[in-house]
């Protein structure tokens, strides 16, 4: 079967012959060495697309137009096409034949480079591709994006103080804040020294991640989950509720931090005083509340049970299933475990098997918060769902049929 790269070369061909460009003017010939006749050469390259052997086709293509000023353009055009359609090792094996130029203008030498760093990304090759970013990042015209490139590296390999350096560098040549990716490259290294039980670097790292502005409320929850590794349950009750009141969203990452805090301090009553105060506040805030009760099965404080029952009782997907105004009607006389807790159950299950979180910039979900999304790697754009995703299990156990 012919590829589109058979096309793309065979197209090229037939456009050199009808270019005229037969009369030896292809690549550097000697005066003197008489130029071979061109419908030899051009009938050699589509003899080898017809026999599907590309490779062979495009390094005949390579040795027949050597890269001068007039041929240089289509090189860089071929490439860029190629690394387009999937096809990277070709890319890679046009931008090399125009690096191996000699007397290449430092240019022209730059967009190569810049070009085989983009292919060497394309294919995964991270080290080459950063080697390469990290030149061009010197002192090019593609410094600003060669750093852009090289912080989505360091991203991926995870080495945040070469991201942090990276950033703070395209903050000056690029001219606009990256406060808010710097920051979760602070978070993300206080999160590691957090694992190993370094809370000293863990705080040096938050303290870093808030100086900037705008602000993530990730430094915050860190500083609270380190105060919570540390028993200074105090401030981590006070910094989690903190977080509530400023982006109440997180209430889905903190209510059950909060609510183990109360529990090991025995002090359940001031935990229903607090909620009933934030829900008297915020009363949007129930079906986060209930969604977040139901997905990390919390129970037996009642001000969640309420708000949990006043979901399942409104949600109006539930009530195609079941009817639970009935059910709650009919357990006055039942001895057994109430419809309720078996619905709510049910949901618990159905609720942890769906996504809880969804990108709102590009739609990607996962079952937990990634601060970074792995499909448009935006920071921060995650939201938590308020609602089981009937929609999504429905369809599921359809196309399961
Ligand atoms: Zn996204």
């Known amino acids: 079967m012919p590829t589109e790269s058979t096309f793309l070369l065979a197209g090229l061909f037939l456009l050199l012959a009808a270019a005229g ?13 008489p130029p071979p006749p061109l419908n030899i050469d051009y009938l050699k390259g589509l003899n080898f697309l017809l026999n599907e052997q590309t490779d062979q086709a495009l390094e005949h293509f390579l040795r027949m137009v ?42 022209q030498r730059d967009q190569a480079l810049y070009s085989l760093a983009k292919d060497y990304l394309a294919a995964g090759l991270l080290d080459r591709a950063e080697n390469l970013f990290s030149r061009l990042s010197q002192g090019s015209r593609y410094q600003v994006q060669a750093l852009d490139a090289l912080c989505g590296i360091y991203e991926q390999e995870r080495e945040w103080e070469k991201a942090i350096d990276a950033g703070q560098r395209l903050e000056v040549l690029g001219g606009h804040s990256l406060a808010l990716q710097i920051a979760h490259y602070y978070c993300e290294l206080s999160e590691a020294a957090i694992a190993k039980g370094d809370y000293v670097s863990a705080r040096e790292y938050v303290k870093k991640a808030q100086a ?28 989690y509720h903190r977080i509530i009141d400023e982006n109440t969203y997180l209430i889905a990452e903190t209510l059950p931090e909060i609510v183990a805090i109360y529990a090991r301090e025995n002090q359940t009553e001031e935990l229903e005083r607090a909620l009933t105060a934030l829900i008297k506040k915020n009363p949007d805030m129930r079906s986060l509340v209930a969604y977040t009760a139901i997905v990390n099965d919390i129970g037996g404080i009642p001000v969640i049970d309420d708000c949990v029952e006043q979901y399942m009782l409104s949600d109006a997907t539930l009530a195609e299933f079941v009817d639970l105004q009935q059910l709650t009607a009919d357990e006055q006389d039942s001895a057994e475990i109430s419809a309720l807790a078996r619905v709510r159950r049910a949901l618990s299950k159905l609720a942890r098997s769906t996504p809880r979180y969804q990108c709102q910039e590009c739609g990607f979900s996962s079952q937990r918060l990634l601060w970074q999304c792995p499909s448009c790697r935006e920071w921060e754009t995650q939201r938590p769902a308020s609602r089981v995703q009937f929609d999504t299990v429905l369809q599921h156990s359809i196309t399961k049929r």
């Open 21 to 33: 460009w037969a009369m030896g003017r292809f690549g550097e010939r000697d005066e003197e060495d």
């Open 212 to 239: 900037g502005r705008p602000r993530t409320m990730r430094g915050a929850l860190t500083r609270a989950h380190i105060a919570r590794d540390t028993d200074d349950n105090a401030t981590a009750l006070k910094l």
């Open 66 to 107: 050597r890269v001068d000023d007039k041929t240089i353009e289509t090189h860089f055009a071929l490439g860029s096409l190629f690394r387009r359609r999937g096809e990277v090792d070709r890319a890679i094996r046009i931008h090399q034949n125009i690096i191996a130029r000699p007397d290449l203008a430092s240019e």
